[in-house]
């Protein structure tokens, strides 16, 4: 009996190191094995290194379907609007616009004989969904944003340069980071005027909200030395993680750049004040006209009525009552449109 106790004993003492040292093999299997590592994209990692050295000067998160009339663009370049959300250009001198239609193309027209031309799409820069154009005032350097097989992310911002010869746009280039990521970027134009650039992204922003970034536009293409800086520098550099990460030694041009964009906006305020004066006061005016044409209208109703027959006159004095209320509730409003506008009395 105590052999086989023994024996049962040697037996399960076996077993248990015989599990033991299947458990240690199977756990040095595991951690043999290596986790995969998603490949990034290799047109980021070109991307990354060519990364542009850009000052940034302010920023400004604003509405999405709105964030034109935040630009302070000088009217020297041009004008920009939002319908819906879709960007149009016009140019300084209001002949020439450039829209993003309702199916997301990018088209340009032409005001001739006081009207303007048919929408035609834009030559050259494909059938890809492409919106918010820009136009240098060149007239040949078209900015604008596109997705497709060419974008990393959402939008890209492209460039291209229109071939007079040919009569169509050249084959457009991404304009790569920082003005590239796998977010939505929306918007890009240089103001020469103000020597300013702006930029706008949905990167790191709420849903429905984007941010403008106004920078210092470069006159030829500067990149970060990659050997100067670690991989996770350059990648905070390109997502345009901190505005202050790009000032280095540039400090006193961003605050030379500041001065100019507030200067911007004062002039932006200035005109947007200008316009709508001057459209209270061709409201005033028309209405002031309106009022004329109706006191002559109703002094000949009252001479009609002087020598009218008494059938006449029934039908005359309602015209004449009528008219008077007109006039009354005319003369109301064109003195409450003068209390806007005091110095046009």
């Known amino acids: ?124 820069i494909g059938r890809e969904p492409a919106i918010n154009p820009f136009l240098m005032p060149d007239g040949i350097t078209l900015y604008y944003a596109q997705k497709g097989e060419n974008s990393i992310g959402g939008f890209d911002i492209f460039v291209t340069r229109y071939d007079s010869e040919r009569g169509v746009f050249l084959r457009p280039e991404n ?39 106004v920078f210092i536009p470069n006159d030829s293409r500067r990149v970060y030395q990659t050997e100067a800086y670690s991989d996770s520098q350059i990648r ?17 041009e961003r605050q030379a750049a500041l001065a100019r964009l507030n200067t911007a906006r004062a002039q932006a305020g200035k005109t947007q004040n200008n316009s709508q004066t001057d459209h209270a006061q061709s409201e005033l005016e028309a209405m002031r006209q309106k009022a004329q044409v109706q006191e002559k209208a109703l002094a000949l109703m009252r001479n009609q009525y002087a020598t009218a027959t008494e059938g006449q006159r029934v039908t005359l004095g309602i015209n004449i009552l009528h008219a008077e209320q007109q006039l009354e509730q005319l003369q109301t409003d064109i003195r409450n449109k003068e209390k806007q506008i005091p110095y046009n009395n």
């Open 1 to 124: 009996m105590k052999i086989t106790k023994y024996k049962l004993w040697v037996t399960l003492l076996l077993l248990t190191l015989s599990l033991s040292a299947t458990a240690q093999r199977r756990g040095r299997n595991v951690k043999k094995q290596k986790v995969e590592e998603p490949v990034e994209d290799p047109r980021i990692t070109q991307m990354l290194a060519a990364t542009q050295r850009v000052v940034f000067v302010d920023s400004m998160v604003v509405d999405r379907d709105d964030f034109m009339s935040h630009i302070p663009l000088s009217r020297h370049i041009g004008k920009l609007t939002q319908t819906d959300g879709l960007g149009t250009f016009t140019n300084e001198m209001g002949d020439h616009r450039l829209t993003t239609t309702a199916d997301t193309l990018i088209a340009e027209t032409d005001f001739i004989a006081n009207q303007w031309t048919k929408p035609r799409p834009i030559e050259g």
């Open 175 to 213: 304009l790569g980071m920082p003005f590239a990521s796998e977010g939505g970027d929306l918007f890009y134009a240089i103001d020469e005027f103000n020597q300013l650039g702006y930029f706008v992204t949905d990167r790191r922003q709420p849903k429905g909200k984007v941010c403008i970034y």
């Open 236 to 252: 905070q550099l390109a997502a345009i993680s901190r505005m202050a990460d790009s000032w280095a030694n540039d400090k006193q």
